[in-house]
């Protein structure tokens, strides 16, 4: 009799100990972990754009930070432009050449800038298609860091009565993002005169949207994650807002700085995104801390590095 009273008790205790272990690892309720260490960027770039001064009082830039992917850029030059006007474009790219750290070569076929006489954009010239006059971006991502321009048109319909070729300079500057100026003196001026100069605020501006070296930049954008008993669900966006495509990289997850998981990226384009959602993934009961690291063994270059990381503990 004795004996089947402790059997009982101990039937009894161990379904106690397993419905309490149920409840712990499967039924508790999910407990969510606050982001408390992001080494996300500030990205309103101020520290790429200068002010806005009395002679561009909107600022230098149609947009802040816009620039093309790489400070080496192309062109080319459309057969309907005549021999003359041809000749003061490729001089226009030279002169820029030679007064900022930018660089252009001429690739006949796909230019990023294209160089274009056509009558038929001549009347195009006043609808959205350009940003300003008679030139502009026309391919522009927003990365959140950058306004990255990836292609622009100008249009040359008339021969530069200037010995310095004015005109072609004055809309490669548009295509590169630049306002017009209040400064008669400055080739960005609203209306051309011979004497105008490729001001100082223009070249310093170039020299500062052109420090980052053409590389990719993965940031952790947005992290959430939930833990349900010893099982965790997250959510992570990830976004590359760098300069060229990224390559595919690897996310470690770590548990109490013990790896709990890894996972693939996919390759990301300029401005291009990923959502990674996980459920149950399985972690010590213990665990009150999460950390998502982005590429830890360095595998390749980016901008900036202290952005691939995120670090979260139970509130």
Known sequence: MKLEIILIVLLLGCIGI??????????SPAQNFTLV???????TNQENTLMSSVDYPEGLLFYSTMRFPDKKITYSISSECDKEIAENARKSFFLLQEQTILSFSEEPLNGRIKVSCSQELKEMRKSEYFVAGEGGPTEIINTT????????????????????????????LHVLGFRHSTNKASIMYN??????????????????????PSLPDIQIEKVNAA??????EFGIEII????????????????N??????????????????????????????TEKISFIIDPQNAFQEIDKQNNAAILFLK
């Open 18 to 27: 397993t419905g309490y272990l149920a409840y712990v690892l499967y039924l």
């Open 257 to 286: 700085d013990k790896e709990a998981g890894n996972y693939q990226l996919d390759s990301l384009g300029i401005g291009e995104g990923q959502i990674l959602s996980v459920e149950n993934l399985r972690i010590p009961i213990s």
């Open 145 to 172: 860091k950058y306004y990255v321009i990836f292609n622009g048109t100008i249009l040359l319909y008339g021969q530069d009565k200037c010995e310095r070729p004015i005109v072609s300079i004055h809309e490669i």
């Open 191 to 212: 209306f051309s005169e011979c004497n105008q100069e490729i001001d100082s605020q223009i070249i310093s501006q170039i020299e500062l949207l052109y420090k980052d």
């Open 240 to 255: 590359n807002i760098g300069l060229s495509p990224s390559p595919p990289a690897q996310i470690l997850i770590y548990a």
């Open 227 to 232: 833990k349900k008993g010893q099982y965790l």
């Open 37 to 43: 260490t992001s080494f996300q960027q500030n990205n």
